[in-house]
């Protein structure tokens, strides 16, 4: 994953069902950091569920490589800049403040 630019990160539905979504990620020490909101389903999904699957993709979220199991953790505080800083060095993008909003956090991916 270390050379790709997206992963596909599946979250869980209380029914068992997996959800697949693209995002940017950031990798340090082993671990994957990403950005979401707090008032997506996704996050609200993880919440309920920390386990889910990450796989290298396409910007679409087309799988291109094994999939593999992780742990979600949210960040916060001194942690959650930290993950700013390591997506604003990778993703040009995010260096842009219409990008940020208060509904921003970021979450540690961790190997299962």
Do not use: C
Not at 2 to 25: C, D, H, M, N, Q
Not at 63 to 82: H, K, Q, T
């Amino acid at each position: 994953m270390r050379r790709g630019k997206y992963i596909s990160l599946a979250t869980f539905r209380k029914t068992g069902e997996a959800v697949y979504t693209p995002l940017w990620f950031a990798e340090q020490d082993e671990k994957l950091y990403v950005m979401t909101r707090n008032d997506s389903w996704k996050y609200k999904r993880i919440r309920n569920n920390p386990n889910v699957r990450v796989a290298p993709s396409t910007i679409r979220g087309r799988i291109i490589g094994p999939e593999l199991p992780a742990r979600a953790r949210v960040l916060s505080g001194d942690e959650s800049n930290a993950a700013r800083r390591l997506l604003k060095r990778k993703y040009l993008l995010m260096r842009f403040p219409w990008l940020w909003s208060k509904h921003n956090v970021f979450l540690e991916l961790t190997a299962a």
